[in-house]
């Protein structure tokens, strides 16, 4: 029987367990119950009837798509209220956003060790919610009292000569949005972690409808994302910022109802302890030992019985055969404390969150990428023309729901028309490996940077040609030139996005799936502070010895050209480090297909 060509590590041991659960009496009598280890609020086993599936997640994907509408609502515009309503200048304004975003992203780490060491992924996520709406209702204000805000920047004044805001009004203002950060650190990795806990993986159907799971969250998340990026954008941008933040914050409070009512529905893991911990005994145990000789059969190292794996809701994880000096924390030498002797499961655990490090690494310059979309993408907006008809002016910050236009057409293009193509060749349920996936994605980022920097330069050239060299001269271009660039970027997304997510859950071993979707997260964090780094660096090394400097507050004089033209050469120098690393990365060994596989052989033999 073909399956999925992933390269992977398989043994003996491995098989023989999966036959040995097989014969299981008590899996016979309990053919209802679902048999990854989930279970309800109470810890009971949960019956897969009544329980799970896509009629749980619908409650799921509800709140997630009006809470990204509430995310998007703020950062999407974020850049303009800090420049025209804070009066802040291009780089620092930039900055600002790319460190909140930066923190967004970080925080989900916290999030998930809280959630697998101490609280679950349910409490942890409620909790956190309640942090996010009082974040959404502080942001509120902060925009909305006229005391919290400097005073409007009179006529023909540069925003950088204005009244800047008081240190007061920029901490409740900043302190608003940290609270935000907060709350999403415990809401982003365990959301998407519980949708695909909804799936029992030893159930064929189940299994089959969670290889599609990760494609139809996006899909429908994107909508909500949609209506922030067009329809909030225009509001805060024509009406005010007050409605543009007070409508994502009653929305936010109606997603968290939705989530609440499908609480019967939702199947749980439990606690497995800290993670983090785990790894590090591995770690200590292993440096504490590097004299000690690794036996050669790996049946010498020490485990325990898989029954008492069992009654905690895991699966022992067999021997495999790389970053073999971890093995010496499972070698025995007569101490048994658990920082001097842990068992080969730990030790397992610890090598596939380690091996995924590489690829978290060569997939943090896409978010650097994506960081532009909502702060120097933006800022090109406002200096091109934005009539649509005489009466309508779009709002730049409306772009970027292209971004998600263009994403939610390739998602479903993907994985309806693309994935059951390819499959017929490569006999991978996927269509493609994720890895593949990825590299896919990360060849048209530098594709986006090339793009972007061809249509700044015409941009720049007419700029020049028509003598608008004032900061708020408006260059005679459309902008919709800037349409190819945040087109791409949505269809990049629907590769490495959308990959990056499947990837670290998929291959994060079943006691640390939050902490794997923290990978995601992480990513993204690395990607904006390191965006906030290259902009700040680039923009004050390019200035030094009485050069203008590359990026200035006036777009219409700057040569942001050049530095898309430096990030397109970085994304292909990171490109060319994936394919190394993505070449020697080997996937683990799914011992829930094998189990599918045995069974369905075991019945047409008795048959």
Same mark, same amino acid.
């Given at each position: 029987?073909k399956?999925?060509t992933? /390269?992977?590590?398989?043994?003996?041991t491995?098989?023989?367990?999966?036959?040995?659960?097989?014969?299981? #009496?008590a899996?016979?009598?309990?053919?209802?119950?679902?048999?990854?280890?989930?279970?309800?609020?109470k810890?009971?086993p949960v019956?897969r009837? @009544?329980?799970?599936?896509w009629?749980?997640?619908?409650?799921?994907?509800?709140?997630?798509?009006?809470?990204?509408?509430?995310?998007?609502?703020?950062a999407?515009?974020?850049?303009?209220?800090?420049?025209?309503?804070?009066?802040?200048?291009?780089v620092?304004?930039?900055?600002h956003?790319?460190?909140?975003v930066?923190?967004?992203?970080?925080?989900?780490a916290?999030?998930?060790?809280?959630a697998d060491?101490?609280?679950?992924?349910y409490?942890?996520f409620?909790?956190?919610?309640?942090?996010?709406?009082l974040?959404?209702?502080?942001?509120?204000l902060?925009?909305?009292?006229?005391?919290?805000r400097?005073?409007?920047?009179?006529?023909g004044?540069?925003d950088k000569?204005c009244q800047?805001?008081?240190s007061l009004?920029?901490?409740?203002?900043f302190f608003?949005?940290?609270?935000i950060?907060?709350?999403t650190?415990?809401?982003k990795?365990?959301?998407?972690t $519980?949708?695909?806990?909804?799936f029992?993986?030893f159930?064929p159907?189940?299994?089959? +409808?969670k290889?599609s799971f990760?494609n139809?969250?996006v899909?429908?998340?994107?909508?909500?994302?949609?209506s922030?990026q067009?329809?909030?954008?225009?509001?805060?941008?024509?009406?005010?910022f007050?409605?543009?933040?007070?409508?994502p914050?009653i929305g936010?409070?109606?997603?968290?109802?939705?989530f609440?009512l499908?609480?019967?529905?939702?199947r749980?893991?439990?606690?497995?302890?800290?993670?983090?911990?785990?790894?590090v005994q591995?770690?200590v145990a292993?440096?504490?030992k590097?004299?000690v /000789?690794?036996?050669?059969?790996p049946?010498?190292?020490?485990?325990?019985?898989?029954?008492e794996?069992a009654s905690?809701g895991?699966n022992i994880?067999?021997h495999s055969?790389?970053m @073999?000096?971890?093995?010496?924390?499972?070698t025995k030498?007569?101490q048994?404390s658990p920082?001097?002797?842990c068992?080969?499961t730990q030790?397992e655990?610890?090598?596939?969150?380690?091996?995924m490090? #590489?690829?978290?690494?060569?997939t943090?310059?896409?978010?650097?990428?994506?960081?532009?979309?909502?702060?120097?993408f933006i800022?090109q907006?406002?200096?091109?023309?934005?009539s649509?008809?005489? +009466?309508?002016e779009i709002?730049?910050?409306?772009l970027?729901?292209?971004?998600?236009?263009?994403?939610l057409i390739s998602?479903?293009?993907?994985?309806?028309?693309?994935v059951?193509?390819?499959?017929?060749?490569?006999k991978?349920?996927?269509?493609?490996?994720m890895?593949?996936r990825?590299?896919?994605?990360?060849?048209?980022h530098?594709?986006?940077?090339t793009?972007a920097?061809?249509v700044?330069?015409?941009?720049?050239?007419v700029?020049?040609?028509?003598?608008?060299?004032?900061q708020h001269?408006?260059?005679?271009?459309t902008?919709?030139?800037l349409l190819?660039?945040?087109g791409?970027?949505?269809?990049?997304?629907?590769f490495?996005?959308?990959?990056?997510?499947?990837?670290?859950?998929?291959?994060?071993?079943e006691?640390?799936?939050?902490?794997?979707t923290?990978?995601?997260t992480?990513?993204?964090?690395?990607?904006?502070f390191?965006?906030?780094?290259?902009?700040?660096?680039?923009?004050?090394?390019?200035?030094? +010895?009485?050069?203008?400097?590359?990026?200035?507050?006036?777009?219409n004089?700057?040569?942001?050209?050049?530095?898309?033209?430096?990030?397109? $050469?970085?994304?292909?120098?990171?490109?060319l480090?994936?394919?190394?690393?993505a /070449?020697f990365?080997?996937?683990?060994?799914?011992?829930?297909?094998?189990?599918?596989?045995?069974?369905?052989?075991m019945?047409?033999?008795?048959a």
């Amino acid at each position: 029987m073909k399956r999925e060509t992933d /390269k992977v590590q398989i043994n003996d041991t491995s098989i023989m367990a999966v036959v040995g659960e097989l014969k299981s #009496p008590a899996i016979l009598e309990s053919e209802d119950y679902t048999q990854d280890g989930t279970v309800d609020l109470k810890g009971r086993p949960v019956l897969r009837s @009544k329980t799970g599936t896509w009629r749980a997640c619908s409650f799921i994907v509800g709140y997630e798509m009006i809470e990204r509408m509430a995310y998007y609502g703020i950062a999407s515009n974020l850049v303009l209220y800090l420049t025209k309503k804070l009066h802040e200048g291009t780089v620092k304004s930039s900055n600002h956003v790319t460190n909140w975003v930066g923190t967004v992203w970080i925080m989900p780490a916290a999030g998930a060790y809280i959630a697998d060491a101490y609280l679950g992924r349910y409490w942890t996520f409620v909790t956190a919610s309640g942090i996010y709406l009082l974040g959404m209702c502080l942001l509120t204000l902060a925009v909305s009292l006229p005391a919290l805000r400097p005073p409007p920047c009179p006529p023909g004044v540069a925003d950088k000569d204005c009244q800047q805001a008081s240190s007061l009004q920029m901490g409740i203002f900043f302190f608003a949005l940290y609270i935000i950060a907060a709350g999403t650190g415990g809401t982003k990795p365990n959301i998407s972690t $519980m949708g695909a806990d909804q799936f029992d993986d030893f159930e064929p159907k189940e299994r089959h +409808h969670k290889l599609s799971f990760y494609n139809w969250w996006v899909f429908y998340i994107l909508i909500g994302t949609i209506s922030a990026q067009t329809a909030l954008v225009y509001i805060q941008d024509n009406v005010g910022f007050a409605l543009g933040y007070g409508i994502p914050t009653i929305g936010l409070a109606i997603s968290i109802l939705v989530f609440l009512l499908g609480t019967p529905l939702y199947r749980h893991r439990l606690p497995s302890g800290s993670p983090l911990t785990r790894m590090v005994q591995v770690i200590v145990a292993a440096m504490s030992k590097w004299k000690v /000789k690794v036996p050669d059969d790996p049946k010498e190292l020490h485990e325990v019985s898989t029954e008492e794996y069992a009654s905690k809701g895991r699966n022992i994880i067999d021997h495999s055969s790389s970053m @073999k000096f971890l093995d010496k924390a499972a070698t025995k030498t007569g101490q048994t404390s658990p920082w001097m002797l842990c068992t080969v499961t730990q030790v397992e655990e610890t090598k596939q969150m380690m091996k995924m490090i #590489p690829i978290l690494i060569t997939t943090c310059i896409p978010s650097t990428i994506i960081a532009q979309t909502t702060t120097l993408f933006i800022r090109q907006g406002t200096t091109l023309d934005r009539s649509m008809g005489p +009466h309508f002016e779009i709002p730049p910050a409306c772009l970027t729901a292209f971004i998600n236009i263009f994403m939610l057409i390739s998602v479903v293009i993907y994985d309806r028309v693309f994935v059951p193509a390819i499959r017929r060749y490569t006999k991978n349920p996927r269509g493609i490996t994720m890895l593949q996936r990825l590299g896919i994605g990360l060849v048209l980022h530098i594709i986006i940077m090339t793009t972007a920097c061809l249509v700044e330069r015409k941009r720049l050239g007419v700029a020049r040609e028509k003598n608008l060299l004032g900061q708020h001269d408006t260059i005679p271009l459309t902008i919709f030139i800037l349409l190819p660039q945040f087109g791409l970027t949505g269809i990049a997304d629907t590769f490495v996005d959308v990959a990056k997510l499947e990837f670290f859950y998929d291959q994060a071993p079943e006691a640390m799936k939050s902490l794997g979707t923290s990978y995601f997260t992480t990513t993204q964090s690395i990607g904006s502070f390191f965006s906030t780094f290259l902009l700040s660096t680039v923009a004050d090394l390019t200035r030094k +010895h009485g050069h203008k400097g590359w990026i200035l507050d006036n777009l219409n004089v700057s040569h942001i050209d050049y530095y898309y033209a430096f990030l397109a $050469m970085l994304s292909t120098i990171n490109f060319l480090c994936f394919v190394i690393v993505a /070449k020697f990365f080997v996937y683990n060994y799914d011992v829930t297909q094998t189990k599918m596989d045995l069974e369905l052989e075991m019945n047409t033999a008795s048959a």
